[in-house]
């Protein structure tokens, strides 16, 4: 079982397969919430770092049909489902999928007019340096998206269980956005299901 869990954090093998199609399905309630929060207009740059199984990269290619979107996950499994589930975007040039590390972030700086990372930032080792790298890489005036579960007793659980997995505050991750370099950070917290959306602005 603890093998299974620890499949959210890097999808590996059959595990990791299934793993990923069961994310697709069942974070589909908070990645909507937090989808809400954005304002997404055609002609944008977005990178969704972390991407999993590629379903928020869906629901954004489908909401601004002349948005270019990457997506990037370190887990090989996670960046054969996203191209699975991005076909069509993909074939038609509008969304690539590659493999990736936050700690590493491919890209040149000002690249991008929106990033975002639903339910990852748990694992991204040095977490103050991948900020910097996320900031770096916005174009000025560029939104930031984090989306996850917040700390609390009951959350506090699963990063016990899965090694490597650490659940923030949403003061800690403002704390630590504005250290990187951001400016506007705001959070947003559904107390009855532990739900954190924070977006972040390149001054």
């Known amino acids: 079982m603890n093998k299974f869990f620890q499949n959210t954090c890097k999808p590996q093998g059959a595990v990791g397969k299934l793993m990923v199609t069961m994310m697709n399905k069942g974070h589909a309630g908070l990645a909507g919430w937090g989808l809400s929060h954005l304002a997404l207009r055609d002609g944008m740059d977005i990178l969704d770092i972390g991407c999993g ?51 590493a972030l491919p890209f040149e700086g000002n690249s991008f007019d929106l990033i975002t990372a639903f339910e990852t930032v748990y694992f991204w080792p040095e977490l103050d340096s991948c900020f910097r790298q996320v900031c770096h890489t916005l174009r000025t005036g560029g939104i930031f ?59």
């Open 145 to 203: 998206l984090i989306c996850n579960e917040e700390s609390d007793p009951e959350n506090d659980r699963w990063s016990k269980l899965i090694q490597g997995m650490t659940i923030y505050s949403g003061e800690d991750l403002k704390d630590r956005l504005e250290k990187a370099g951001f400016a506007d950070v705001s959070y947003e917290y559904e107390e009855k299901r532990h739900w954190l959306c924070i977006t972040a602005k390149k001054a």
């Open 53 to 103: 199984g590629g379903a928020n990269l869906a629901a954004m290619l489908l909401a601004a049909p002349q948005i270019n979107a990457v997506g990037m996950d370190y887990s090989s499994v996670s960046v054969e489902k996203s191209r699975q589930t991005n076909n069509a975007a993909v074939r038609a040039g509008r969304c690539r999928i590659i493999q990736g590390d936050a700690s």
